[in-house]
Nanobody, 126 residues
Framework: QVQLVESGGGSVQPGGSLRLSCAAS????????VAWFRQSPGRERLRVAA????????DYLSSVKGRFTISRDSAKTTVSLQMNNLKPEDTAVYYC???????????????????WGQGTQVTVSS
């Protein structure tokens, strides 16, 4: 079974940047999406960004549009999330996940994603 491992979390001041990486143990190709979710205490897990691995535009949570960018390497084994202009409300545990797509459509709900990483903490605080 494919395994996902996140890295790159940490603490940063408001306005700072972090880059998260999700390394897959095997190639993830078309027919799948890789997404980043985040969850803070007492709140539901939200999809922050998603990328259809077979091609197509990424999709972002409205509150991160223009600040976060999801991308993949050419080998399709690493998906990254570049986070700029971070805000305290971005503080959460961030998870990468993989699930099947419908064409280039990536589902929003976490129940559609069957593979999950262990999560990495992102803290934005002055």
């Amino acid at each position: 079974q494919v395994q996902l491992v996140e890295s790159g979390g940490g603490s940063v001041q408001p306005g700072g940047s972090l880059r998260l990486s999700c390394a897959a143990s095997e190639y993830i190709g078309g027919g799948f999406c890789v997404a980043w979710f985040r969850q803070s205490p007492g709140r539901e897990r939200l999809r922050v960004a998603a990328l259809p691995m077979g091609g197509g535009a990424p999709d972002y949570l409205s509150s991160v549009k223009g600040r976060f960018t999801i991308s993949r390497d050419s080998a399709k084994t690493t998906v990254s999330l570049q986070m700029n202009n971070l805000k305290p409300e971005d503080t959460a545990v961030y998870y990468c996940a993989a699930g099947r797509s419908v064409g280039s459509y990536c589902y929003g709900g976490d129940s559609y994603y069957s593979l999950w990483g262990q999560g990495t903490q992102v803290t934005v605080s002055s």
